[in-house]
């Protein structure tokens, strides 16, 4: 199958795009462009060749695809920021992720969510109820055109949302579910991830299906809870429970559950969005300093490059660093480069 050229900007936008351009102008099939640059026609697999090369990618590509992986990052790893008075942290969220060297991110909803309203200290029963009751209106209520601003401020700075991560649970409304995916496709995310139970998994496959857009579910460690995404099986579940479910592996806490996250992926790779990347240690222990735990992050890394699947592979600095959050990423950020060298 042949397909045809358009600008490198769409192409690194849209990670399923077939399309590459020498230019950054308009193509047409085969024609020379204004600039002299010709026009060119890739078959898949040339394609797929091609966009191993950093030949085939400008600079903002380049910046977030090592060896063929693409990296990015869960914007989780920046929790510790401050937030501005009365504001979000898509702000101070896109200037750390600049001064990381990150274009790709899977968002974190809290940070472009209001900050809890309750005072200081642990909040009362009815605090934390009227707290509540204050996020689902916010997210019932709140225009559209709010998210797509934030997508927008994203794309001016160079990044993408690639993926939304907003995790249902029992607390939410069938509305609030809904309203998820209608604020993804607002900030102009692929996909929607979810720390999700299997109970909450089961209430979002009528919207998965209604939006047309993946679910991938974020596994945790917790094997001895049936309703968590911690097992083989449990992962096999959510995986029938629609066609729209993906799984966003998290390799750390695949980890420290005793699994294996190396052979997992070679088996499912064709059901994996992207990849959660920390160390663990096994038997259920702690985050720890990359490259001293049992996560066999090198590896898996190593496995992308080799094999040229389009999973994600996303930064989640979660354990104690010695720096802060910038910083850390910074840190991890090198390892993976230095994993895919």
């Not at 950054?24 to 191993?52: C, P, Q, V, W, Y």
Request: with cysteine; net charge positive; aromatic share 8%.
């Amino acid at each position: 199958m042949a397909v045809s050229t358009c600008s490198w900007r769409r192409a690194i936008v849209c990670s399923r795009s077939l399309c590459i351009s020498t230019k950054n102008t308009k193509s047409t099939k085969g024609t020379k462009n204004k600039k002299g640059a010709k026009d060119i026609m890739l078959t898949r697999r040339e394609f797929g060749a091609l966009a191993l090369s950093s030949v085939a990618w400008p600079a903002l590509g380049r910046a977030q695809t090592v060896s063929g992986v693409r990296l990015g990052v869960q914007t989780y790893s920046f929790r510790e920021l401050i937030r501005p008075a009365g504001g979000d942290l898509v702000d101070p969220v896109i200037a750390a992720m600049k001064e990381c060297g990150l274009t790709e991110c899977e968002l974190w909803a809290p940070q472009i969510e209001p900050a809890s309203t309750g005072g200081g200290g642990r909040p009362t029963p009815e605090e934390a109820q009227r707290s509540r009751e204050g996020l689902r209106k916010w997210r019932l209520e709140t225009p559209l055109d709010h998210f797509r601003s934030i997508g927008k401020r994203f794309n001016t700075a160079g990044i993408t949302i690639y993926a939304f991560n907003y995790s249902p649970n029992g607390s939410f409304s069938d509305e609030e579910i809904d309203r998820g995916f209608e604020m993804a496709k607002a900030l102009g995310a692929e996909i929607i991830t979810a720390s999700a139970t299997l109970e909450a998994a089961r209430r979002m496959v009528p919207f998965a299906a209604k939006h047309r857009m993946p679910v991938a579910m974020h596994n945790h460690s917790n094997v001895s809870d049936p309703n968590e995404f911690a097992t083989l099986e449990s992962l096999a579940t959510a995986l029938k429970l629609s066609p729209q479910f993906r799984i966003n592996l998290d390799i750390g806490h695949f980890t420290a559950a005793n699994n294996d996250a190396v052979a997992y992926i070679r088996e499912h790779h064709h059901q994996i969005t992207n990849l959660h990347l920390k160390d663990r240690r096994k038997n259920q222990g702690d985050n720890v300093a990359w490259g001293t735990g049992d996560t066999p992050i090198r590896e898996v890394l190593q496995l992308l490059k080799k094999e040229r699947w389009p999973i994600r592979a996303y930064i989640e600095y979660e354990h104690k660093g010695e720096v802060g959050a910038v910083e850390e990423v910074k840190k991890c950020l090198a390892f993976a480069r230095s994993a895919l060298a």
